[in-house]
Each structure stands twice: as structure tokens, then as C-alpha cells.
DNA sequence: TTCGCGCTGTACTATTCGGTACAAATTTCT
DNA sequence: AGAAATTTGTACCGAATAGTACAGCGCGAA
């Protein structure tokens, strides 16, 4: 692992390189993203990329983390202790599926491309328990709140709603609506409230 | 679009070619799958693979074509004219997804990675939609038959288990469980019935 | 047998990709 | 200012990749 930049300019670098590969990558996945693709779109050298990172697995472990905090920032009420409107997370939500044009999930989309890399995949896998964690977080919330049935386990809960998100978000993808998600979230829903 | 195989030979040859890459673009994804690597696993030379299909798009379609096969075998419920019952669906649903160890669903698997091809994006959609279909007419069977709610929505209602299947299989698939995918489709099922 | 067509093996090419080497420039700190 | 550390430009390399050219093989029909 390299180390963090230590000058502004070195950090601005750093992010401008992540921020072009995660677009890239979202796009045109891993394995469709080459390095000097993410040069020209970032305006930055191959020398700059492999001082800060050890190579292409290091910068997507890299784009990974990012797309996680992608994610967070487009659902304020995850990070919000004193929210317990499931509804608004619903809304958060398509509201960031419908902004992305229907696009595919930050994360999720590379669920299927890290298949044969140990390492992606561990790092993948603890990044949806992150999130998983702060859905669970709102749901404990909600609960407390008497929003929804008191006896709504909130872990099995926000597995449900993840599972149906990340499903939801690649059909409608696929078919250039937002019906799918908002179906497969609000009927999750429905089985707590 | 190349011509069909004439005689038997060619057609094995083929077969060979496609079943060989289906299994290797769904471990390592169709980027990460070079021709050469599918020539190895089919035991064929390049001149036979260029001889049945255009190009490695080519290929892909017809891989995407033999993924949906695959998973229809794997739930007969949906072939059966006569099956009404949803639950023998969701054991075929948990029973293939434990027998791939928890791995990525065949045709779920490419999602991510048809971003930025529309043509392999148009065909993935419609098999997603024969799928669904196929899950409709099964619905369908099961209302009829009085198994489930009478006012449910047979389009619906498949949409929303699609969407739990392939949401619960890539969960399942990152942490080696079952629990995503029962648990989602458990879940629309109590919606239902 | 021999002809013809479909099938297959081998060799090759042009390009792209991830990664390296190394010097030059820029910033930071004293 | 000047040394030290950090950041960046450029040129390069070996391996891998998709695709092509073309000759030879094998099987069925006349």
C-alpha cells in the first residue's frame, strides 16, 4: 500500500485519478477500463498513478471505497441519528436511481466482475456490510420510533432492503424504469409496517 | 450473423465454444475472457471460432442465449404446464443457487458488464423479460389454482421475485450464504399469500 | 474414386495493455 | 536561498489480445 499523498496538490492528484476511474469503471467495468483511459480522463501521468497506487488492483480497491461514500452521500438518512422515516430513504433512494438515469449501482455493478480477485471481492463484500450496517442503523431507528411492527428484526430487515435494491437497481436498469426498484422496495416495506 | 453448423460435427464444435466460454466469462466476466483461453477450455482452434461467430460480440450474445437455458432447466416449475406451486420454485431457486456454491446467477452475473454495449444490453433485457415471463405464467397457474391471493398481480408479482432472486443471489454470492436469497424471496412470498 | 463443401490447424500481424525507468520539475521546510 | 522530499513528464518494454490468411483435412454425394 502506497502512502497518502502529503501535499494538497498531491491529494487533489490522488482523487482526480479515483474519480476518473470510478466513471470509467462504472461505465465500462473493470476489466473494460484501461489505465491510460483513466490518465486522459483525469489529465494526470501514469508516473502520478503508480506513485499512488501499486497498480490497477490497488486503485480499484481505491475506487471501491469511494463508490461506497458515493452511495452514503445520495442517502443522508442513513447518517442521520435522529431520522427514523423509512419513507424519506425510500425516496433518497429512487431519487438517486432516477438521477443516475437508470443506471446501474455504484456498487453493485461490480458484483459480477470480481468474481476471479479474492481481494476485490472481500473488499466488495465488507463494503455492503457497511452499508447493510446503516440501513440496519435507520430500521433499529424506526423501530424505536413505533414506525413500524415492534417485533422488526432490523438486521434481517436491512438485508431485505438491500437485496431488494440491488436487484431493483439492475432490472430497472436493464429496462430503463424505475418501476422495478420502487416495487421491490415498497414491498419490503410492506412487510414491516 | 454466421450460418448454423451443417453436420453434427460442427455443431459439437460449437457447443464446445459457447458452453466453454459461458463458464469462463461467468467466473472471470466477458472482458476478462480471452478468446485464446475459451480455444483452451473447448479444446477447438481459432479458425472454428471464426468460422461460427462474427466476432467475440458475437460469441457473447450466444453466451447469454445458452445462460438463460441453463437457468430455465434448473427450474422445471417453470417449464411445467402444471405446477402451480410457488414454493417448489423457490427450492429449485435455493437448490441451484447452493449447487453453484453460492456463486453468481448465470445470466445475472453479465448485468454489470453490458454498460457500455447495446447490443448485448438489448439482448440481456429481453431474456430478463422472457424470465419474468416465465415466472408470470407460473404466478398465473398458482392464482388459478387458488394457491395465493386472488387479487394478485401475476406481471407484478414476478417482476418483484426476479428482482429478489437476483438481488438475494448476488448478496448470497458475496458472503457464501443462502440466508440473502431465501430471505427475499421468502419475503415477497408472504406478500402474496 | 473423385469432387465439393464444410471443418480445422498453424502461422502471422497490428494493436493494446499493465507496468517500469529515470530524469526533470515543483513544493516544502529550515 | 538552498537542501530535501514530493510530484510529474516522457520514453520504453514485454506480454497479451482480437482478428486474419491460407493451406490442409474429412466426410458425404455423384
Redesign the pocket.
Known sequence: MKPM?????????RIAIVEAAAGLMHDQGIAG?????VLTASG?????L??YFD???DLTVAVLYHQLDRVLDSQPSLRDPDCTDLRRWRDEVLHAHHRNHFGNCPLGVFAGQVGDDPVLRQELAGLFDQWQQAIAGLVTRAVAAGRVHPDTDPVSTALALLTALQGGTMLGCLRGSEHPLAEAIDRVLSTIS
Not at 499523498?5 to 492528484?13: M, Q
Not at 477500463?33 to 483511459?37: A, L
Open positions: 499523498p502529503a501535499t494538497a496538490k498531491g491529494r487533489r492528484s477500463t484501461p489505465i491510460d483511459d494526470t501521468g501514469k508516473s502520478q503508480y506513485h497498480g490497477k488492483q
